[in-house]
C-alpha cells in the first residue's frame, strides 16, 4: 500500500519550469524601460550581469565552464551567437523606446512566423496552408495593435516596428545559429551554455559600442541595480528555467505556455505604462499572439546536418 504523497507528474514539473520562465521574462522589457538606459548599456547590462551570474553557478556546480573554451570550434560559434544576439537585443531595446513594451515584445515574437517561412525556403521543410494562415494572422494583427489608419500613424511608430521586426528577423537567425551548432562543440551543460552565449554577447556588445562611439548609459545608480536585476533574472534564471523545462512537455503545450511572456509584456505596458488599449488593439494582440503559437508549432523542423 502506497501511504505516501503522489509523485509529481515530470511533464508537470516541466512546465511549471517554462511557465515562470515566461513569467519572469515578460518583465525583461518593463526593466529595460524603467532602468532609462541606453540600447547598448541595456544590452551588455543584460548579458554581463546573467553571463557572469551563471558562470559562477556552473563552477559552483563543478561543470568546469572553462574546458568549453579549449573544444574544437567553440570561439567561433559562440562568437557569430554573439553577433546575432547583439543585433537582435540592440534592435529591441530600440524598438522597446519607440513603441513601449508590450508592442515591441509582440513583434520580436514573430521570429516564430520568421523560422517558419524560413524552414520552407532554406531547410526543405513544408509550406502549409496553416503557415500561411499564420502569416495573414500575424500582420491583420499588427496593423490592429499600431493602428488601421496607418497613414496617420506617427513617424515614431512606424520606426519602432521596422526596428520591432528587425529584431525578430535577427533573433531567428540567432535561434538557427544555435540550432546548426548543436553537436559541432559537444554537448555542454546547460548553465554553462548559457553563460559563455551571454557573455560572448557582452564582448560583442561592449566593443561594437566602443567602436561605434554609441551611447553607453546606465540610467544612473537606480539603473545600474535594475540591470543588475535585469540580467540575473530574465537573462540567466528566465531563460534557464525555459531552456531546461522546454524538452519535458509536447512541442504544442511549450508553445502555449511560452506565450505568457510576450502576453504579460503587453499587460504590463497597459498598467505600469498606461498603453492605450481599445477593443482593436487588443484583438490585434490576440490576432498576432495566434500567429506566434501558430508558427511555433504548426511546422516540423528539417534535419540539420552537423
Known amino acids: 500500500m502506497n501511504s505516501g504523497a503522489p509523485k509529481k507528474s515530470p511533464e508537470l514539473a516541466a512546465m511549471a519550469k ?3 520562465g515566461g513569467v519572469m521574462i515578460s518583465f525583461s ?3 529595460f524601460k524603467l532602468s532609462g538606459a541606453s540600447p547598448s548599456a541595456g544590452s551588455f547590462g543584460r548579458t554581463f550581469f546573467g553571463g557572469m551570474f551563471l558562470l559562477v553557478w556552473a563552477i559552483f556546480r563543478k561543470e568546469s ?3 568549453a573554451l579549449k573544444t574544437k570550434g567553440f570561439l567561433p560559434i559562440m562568437a557569430m551567437c554573439g553577433i546575432l ?3 537582435d537585443l540592440e534592435f529591441w531595446h530600440v524598438s522597446i523606446n519607440y513603441v513601449g513594451p508590450g508592442l515591441a515584445t509582440i513583434i520580436t515574437n514573430f521570429q516564430a512566423v520568421i523560422l517558419a517561412v524560413l ?4 531547410f526543405k521543410e513544408k509550406a502549409t496552408p496553416i503557415l500561411a494562415a499564420s502569416i495573414v494572422m500575424a500582420f491583420m494583427g499588427l496593423w490592429l495593435l499600431v493602428g488601421v489608419d496607418v497613414s496617420a500613424l506617427p513617424q515614431s511608430t512606424i520606426i519602432g516596428v521596422a526596428w520591432g521586426l528587425g529584431a525578430a528577423f535577427w533573433y531567428s537567425m540567432y535561434l538557427l545559429a544555435v540550432r546548426n551548432s548543436q553537436g559541432r562543440t559537444g554537448k555542454l551543460p546547460a548553465i554553462t551554455n548559457m553563460a559563455w552565449l551571454s557573455l560572448s554577447t557582452a564582448l560583442v556588445v561592449g566593443a561594437t559600442s566602443l567602436l561605434r562611439g554609441s551611447e553607453f548609459s546606465t540610467g544612473g545608480t537606480t539603473g545600474f541595480w535594475i ?3 535585469y540580467g540575473i533574472g530574465p537573462q540567466a534564471i528566465g531563460w534557464l528555467l525555459i531552456s531546461t523545462g ?3 512537455i509536447p512541442a504544442s503545450t511549450a508553445g502555449l505556455v511560452i506565450l505568457i511572456q510576450p502576453t504579460l509584456a503587453f499587460i504590463w505596458d497597459i498598467l505600469f505604462f498606461d498603453l492605450p488599449a481599445g477593443p482593436a488593439r487588443i484583438a490585434g494582440a490576440v490576432l498576432a499572439l495566434a500567429a506566434i503559437y501558430i508558427g511555433s508549432v504548426g511546422r516540423k523542423p528539417a534535419k540539420v546536418k552537423e
Not at 524552414?119 to 532554406?122: A, E, K, Q, S, W
Request: charge should be positive; proline fraction near 14%; charged fraction near 5%.
Open 18 to 20: 517554462v511557465f515562470a
Open 29 to 31: 522589457p518593463v526593466l
Open 65 to 67: 565552464p572553462f574546458k
Open 85 to 87: 544576439f547583439t543585433l
Open 119 to 122: 524552414g520552407v525556403l532554406f
Open 227 to 229: 540591470l543588475v536585476l
Open 246 to 248: 522546454l524538452p519535458g
